[in-house]
């Protein structure tokens, strides 16, 4: 018998067997050389098992420290082997140079494997631990240090310390240029230099004749600041020598380069509201050629998108910053969806769309017999959507869009660390009366940070991630209430979830199996409708759920078992309660079946939300969702390192707010107008 066979020797196999540096094949082609058959014993004999140990050994391979937020730090650690997946990385941070004691921060989050499917998508996530250390100080620079551990041995550098600082937030730079900008219905004294409008002062034309605007004969540089006056700012289309400078289409186009010590700056002069009124233009203002622009203090109504801010494969701004700012009657706020656009700051503004003030319905009509009211029309798409890197979304007042905010849904991640989508914090926003989502994380790859932000009605789910590509995507101590369709929307994978401490007046049963999935001193309170409380669609052993609380729909039309987990067999069991539950699953050992009275006072939705009819509207200023210090969801919760280290009693407590510590600023901190953005 002839055997034609070769055999790779794996490397680690190489001194143990002696094998000859000159080849690292085995030849089988003769049946009498009985050396080769007597290597091939060998290997199989010592090496095979030495071949295994190296598989669950892990071995770290490139650190990748993200883009850097103004209070949020991203790494990602390659690795190879640990095959057994119970390898670990501990994480400590300190101030750098300041000798302090190392605090904890939350373990990295082993990924890699999982495949994410999805309109078209085909996408196994690397091997690698990722996450972020939380609410750290601004403008600081923090030492941080990783140690790998792994009880089969780590083959390599175990420990990294890195030094990174947050950013600090853009403003303009001292001794910069003023030019000054008057509406055509001034009349009072005007400052110099002055210029009749906004594209003359940015491009440096004065000329309002006909098709003079194209001409930039002084064009904004790195470390100005214009100033636009108190008045109107509406461009008469079709009026050739328009006061304003623009063409016909109605569209700002800015194009110059700041720095980030001398930024570009466009506000408001303080000397009264400027309101820019696209009188229907498609586009307001076009800033994808710009870097390093502060937009600040301004108005915006009547135009279908604000800021066009990148396009998918073509260009994008980066390190765009708009601040206090208000946006009336739009299509949408600002959008990006480049994957080079980075680092924007998109903070305390006020942003109010089109769609309907008045009753909560949905866009589901296609769905047959659901809605016979009709859909609901795209009014208004997206209050923001970004796409890209390190980008911050804070404290905005948002109300009667699609969806408030969003990551551009973009597809298999690229390959280019610098175009991944990853350190993106979307935090302390107020989001109101939504068609579709409060908040969609799809699209994201690595530390997407949903955190603190409340919203109250919504026709669809509250927060989405279909898919996120490996995660972690953090949703932590965030509020919502009257919900249709479920807190979270879980479709084509989705790796990576990690839900902390948030307070949901809604079910957990939205979307589809997602492996790698991390639950924990969430509650989650039904409104007696017609679903589940929860389900446990983990396609994973290594995804955990525990702490938290849950009050089970008990309507006429609920069923029965409110609790249902997707078995290892592949089987969706239903359960009646949490004992039941974690009885079969072992998850949940230490949740608790909860009621209203936690709460001091707050109550459920009048009327159980559902897609049939439109639903009423609620108020977030209309509730407290304080816990009541007596209540069962005090002290019941889990210590967390880096998210609940400063809880009060004996333990931390369920949801969102900690009884005895401050509730967290929701929306925009300085409104223009003072009321209820959505009243």
């Not at 309660?577 to 050992?589: I, M, P, Q, V």
């Amino acid at each position: 018998m002839k055997y034609s066979a070769t055999f790779d020797i794996p490397v680690v196999c190489q001194k143990r067997c002696a094998v000859s540096n000159d080849s690292r094949l085995v030849d089988l082609n003769a049946t009498n050389d009985q050396s080769a058959w007597s290597v091939l014993a060998f290997i199989l004999i010592f090496c095979f098992p030495l071949f295994l140990h190296a598989q669950n050994a892990v071995n770290p391979g490139e650190f990748i420290v993200e883009p850097p937020t103004l209070t949020n730090l991203g790494f990602e650690w390659y690795i190879h082997g640990d095959d057994n997946r119970n390898a670990s990385v501990e994480v400590a941070y300190r101030i750098a140079g300041s000798g302090s004691e190392w605090r904890n921060g939350m373990p990295l989050l082993r990924i890699g494997g999982e495949l994410i499917e999805r309109a078209g998508i085909d996408y196994t996530v690397p091997d690698m631990f990722v996450g972020s250390i939380l609410d750290v100080a601004e403008n600081t620079a923090y030492e941080a240090r990783f140690t790998l551990k792994d009880p089969d041995g780590v083959e390599g550098e175990a420990v990294k310390v890195v030094t990174v600082s947050t950013r600090a937030e853009p403003k303009a730079a001292e001794g910069g240029r003023i030019r000054h900008v008057y509406s055509q219905y001034y009349t009072g004294e005007k400052e110099e230099p002055n210029y009749p409008g906004l594209v003359s002062a940015y491009g440096g034309s004065i000329n309002t004749k006909g098709d003079w605007n194209v001409v930039a004969e002084d064009v904004v540089q790195p470390g100005d600041i214009i100033k636009i006056h108190g008045g109107l700012y509406q461009g008469n289309l079709l009026n050739y020598p328009d006061w304003h400078n623009i063409p016909f289409d109605g569209t700002y186009f800015f194009t110059a380069k700041g720095t980030a010590e001398r930024p570009i700056v466009i506000e408001a002069a303080g000397d009264g509201e400027v309101i820019f009124d696209g009188a229907g233009a498609a586009i307001l203002f076009n800033v994808m050629a710009t870097e390093h622009h502060i937009f600040q203090g301004l108005t915006f109504r009547n135009v279908g998108r604000v800021f066009e801010a990148g396009r998918k494969h073509l260009a994008g701004a980066s390190d765009l910053t708009v601040r206090n700012c208000r946006f009336e009657n739009v299509g949408e706020g600002i959008v990006t969806e480049y994957a080079g656009s980075k680092n924007f700051l998109i903070q305390d503004n006020i942003l109010i769309g089109r769609d309907d003030r008045y009753r909560l319905y949905g866009w589901q009509a296609h769905r047959e017999g659901l809605i016979p009211y009709g859909t609901h029309l795209l009014d208004s798409y997206y209050g923001i959507k970004v796409y890209g890197s390190g980008h911050v979304i804070a404290y905005n007042s948002i109300a009667f869009f699609h969806d408030a905010i969003g990551i551009s849904t973009y597809g298999t991640p690229e390959k280019e660390q610098e175009l991944k989508t990853v350190s993106i914090d979307i935090y302390n926003n107020d989001l109101h009366l939504l068609v579709d989502d409060f908040i969609e994380a799809d699209g994201g790859v690595h530390n997407i940070r949903v955190m603190r932000n409340r919203g109250v009605n919504s026709a669809g789910s509250g927060i989405s991630a279909q898919p996120v590509f490996g995660g972690p995507a953090y949703y932590i101590r965030n509020v919502l209430y009257h919900i249709v369709r479920g807190a979270l929307k879980i479709h084509g994978g989705v790796p990576g979830l990690i839900a902390y401490h948030n307070t949901f007046i809604a079910e957990n049963n939205a979307g589809g199996g997602h492996p790698n999935s991390n639950y924990r001193n969430n509650l989650f309170l039904g409104a007696d409708g017609p679903t589940i409380i929860a389900a446990f669609p983990y396609t994973t052993a290594y995804s955990a759920a525990d702490y938290n609380g849950y009050r089970p729909n008990r309507g006429p039309n609920s069923p029965e078992n409110q609790y249902v987990w997707l078995s290892p067999t592949g089987e969706r069991v239903g359960f009646k309660t949490l004992g039941d539950l974690h009885r079969a699953s072992g998850l949940e050992a230490n949740g608790i079946t909860v009621d209203y009275d936690i709460f001091e006072d707050l109550k459920m939705p009048v009327k159980a939300p559902g897609e049939d009819i439109p639903g009423p509207v609620y108020h977030a200023v209309d509730f407290s969702f304080r816990l009541n210090p007596k209540g069962e969801a005090v002290d019941a919760a889990v210590p967390i390192p880096n998210v609940n280290d400063h809880f009060t009693g004996k333990a931390p407590d369920l949801g969102a707010l900690e009884v005895g510590l401050p509730e967290p600023t929701y929306g925009a901190r300085s409104q223009i107008i003072n009321q209820p953005f959505y009243r």
